[in-house]
């Protein structure tokens, strides 16, 4: 049902912008975000946003990342800016009723190198 594109390698300071595409209506789905688990750590939430137009940002990607939900063609943006090394990571689209936390797609790999 989610299926992100986009990942690939760039430079530090660069940008790349990563898509997830919903099967059907994204209306379905109130909540919407990306994750992203690095070699070694932990699964964090990167960016939310939820059908009133709330978002949330790590703080980590404050300023730098922009969450994007395009109602008219179902897909979910994650607008990546001033990527830094930090940043490589697989990153996951993920949908549910309150939290993006029920349903996933199969992550896309973003490395930046320095």
């Known amino acids: 049902q989610l299926v992100e594109s986009g990942g690939g390698l760039v430079q530090a300071g660069h940008s790349l912008r990563l898509s997830c595409a919903v099967s059907?209506?994204?209306?379905?789905?109130?909540?919407m975000g990306w994750h992203r688990q690095a070699p070694g750590k932990e699964r964090e939430l990167v960016a939310s946003t939820w059908r009133t137009g709330s978002r949330f940002y790590a703080d980590s990607v404050k300023g730098r990342f922009t969450i994007i939900r395009d109602n008219t063609n179902n897909t979910l943006y994650l607008q990546m800016d001033d990527l830094k090394p930090e940043d490589t990571a697989i990153y996951y689209c993920?949908?549910?009723?309150?939290?993006?936390?029920?349903?996933w797609g199969q992550g896309a790999q973003v490395t930046v190198s320095s």
């Open positions: 059907g209506s994204i209306f379905r789905f109130h909540a």
């Open positions: 993920a949908a549910g009723p309150d939290q993006p936390t029920t349903y």
